[in-house]
């Protein structure tokens, strides 16, 4: 099944329970619009059920934003790893696939800054991995790099792992974000 037949089946379940259950007007329209296949609409509408604090529907969600992930969307692999993490929307926690979500997101095949963070995060708790606080820091430094509205919380993040690691350690680390400037995220 494509990624749009499957996220047009979920977009019409999400349709069927919402105009049932008296939800707003803006997000009907926002399913009408995601039903047609527009991924925006599909990933905006996911993730709204993610954020939702009243009858949150874990099902519905992961419809909308599991093929968006499996077709390397990282906005949606950032969103279900939150999801596991935190059971955001009613999704039942799971650490070990939050971290997964995590790593597609963050990693070599997205390089997405904000995922970037979390996977930073998780190797600085240990929370899906073992804990690596030099994994930590290279992850949380590429992410503090960029510029958007995690950045803030980047820097912090940089700089409480600055302050737990060891000069050795640290050298090693910066090495580890040079090396990966240098040849994982050079661009073609």
């Not at 099902?59 to 939150?82: C, F, I, S």
């Not at 009613?90 to 790593?103: A, L, P, T």
């Not at 690691?165 to 990966?180: P, Y």
């Amino acid at each position: 099944m494509s990624i749009k037949t499957q996220c047009q089946c979920g977009v019409f379940a999400g349709l069927m329970l919402f105009s049932m259950a008296g939800v707003s007007s803006d997000f009907q329209q926002l399913m009408e619009k995601a039903g047609s296949g527009d991924q925006a609409a599909i990933l905006e509408a996911g993730i709204s059920l993610l954020q939702r604090q009243e009858r949150p529907d874990s099902d519905q969600a992961e419809a909308l934003l599991q093929p968006l992930a499996d077709n390397g969307n990282t906005q949606a692999q950032l969103w279900l790893g939150r999801a596991y993490r935190d059971g955001l929307g009613g999704i039942g926690k799971d650490i070990n696939r939050s971290f997964r979500y995590f790593e597609l997101a963050g990693g070599r095949e997205g390089m997405n800054p904000e995922a970037q963070m979390e996977l930073g995060r998780a190797y600085m708790n240990g929370e899906g991995t073992d804990r690596n606080l030099i994994a930590a820091y290279m992850w949380t430094a590429l992410s503090a790099e960029q510029q958007g509205s995690w950045t803030s919380k980047a820097i912090k993040q940089r700089k409480a792992l600055q302050d737990r690691l060891t000069s050795a350690q640290l050298e090693k680390a910066k090495e580890l974000v040079e090396q990966l400037h240098s040849i994982y995220l050079k661009q073609p």
